[in-house]
């Protein structure tokens, strides 16, 4: 498989803004689901992650998988060092963390056995939310092993895995199945992914009117019961899906591209949460279930919108604090993998501000 994802080193910034909608997305599917859930009722957001759930996991593993083609030729331990190893520090580590705040749930007062028996299981079923870190590096290996296998049937095989309606109840399985062709095709054609948005930059007005149509599409699908059991919505219908993930994502490289150009406050914010994107992932989680859990208790905010809003709002803000504060300090492992835990030392000379690294979620 050719390397078509060879850029100059440097950030992107559409590619930030991208990441930053995704991360957001992401975190309110979790945050909004959860109150929904905890309040017994619906609110305003969830029509917004209903609307997102055809492209939100694709777009995020497209731009996962823009950057990979530049490591793909290396050389194995090089290439384990930022794809596997970088991964699998952030995915134990967090495992490690989000499981002892759970420690009374997950060991039912059998102790710590229970506990170590819980640890050993998440190496082969992904936990929680991190289950993303995990099958990045899976993805990764599963590229680098079959670069050679031309890109067509590659593809194609890809594509009739997520059409298949494959559920093993292993996770990796399902989800490798369900997603890897959107990580593929993000590395296949990253040059025309690029292009894209250029294209998007360039020609504001038709960029707009395509974006217009397909937010049309994606809307009557995603809300359109289907009438086939199994299959909540016509959005989630096999082929359907496939070709609304994959318009999706692009459609989110364009709004990205678009947002860009304008500038403002809206695509700074966006650009800075897609820039800590992984930051954000591995540590939403314990914020938002804290928020919740407050606002559950205290009943401030009875309305299950405004109250995912608030949720959403504090499960995105509270990582990028926290990276800030420890930024400087021996804590920073939390978000910067020390050098004890490469394989291969780190370059001499470090890489340019703000150059994309594996580790973005």
Known sequence: MSDPSARPSGRLAWVDVAKGICIILVVMMHSTLGVGEAMGGEGFLHAVVAFAKPFRIPDFFLLSGLFVGRVLDREWRLFADRRVVHFAYFYLLWTLIQSAVKYGPITDGAGPGAFALHLAH?????????????????FSVVTKLLRRVPWPLLLGAAAVLEILPIETGWLVIDEFCERYVYFLGGALFAERIFALADGARRRAAPALAGLSAWALVDGVLAFTPSPLPGFPTLASLPGVSLLLGAAGA????????????????????????GERSIVIYLAFFLPMAATRIALLKTGAIPDVGVASLGVTVVAVAVPLVIERLVRDTPARFLFVRPKAFHIVPERARPAPAGVHEPASA
Do not use: D, K
Not at 250 to 273: K, N
């Open 122 to 138: 998440a190496l082969v079923e992904p936990y929680s939310t991190l289950w993303f870190i995990y099958l990045l590096a899976v």
């Open 250 to 273: 692009l459609a989110i490289v364009a709004s990205a591209a678009l947002l860009t150009r304008a500038g403002g406050p809206v695509t700074a914010a966006l650009r800075h949460c």
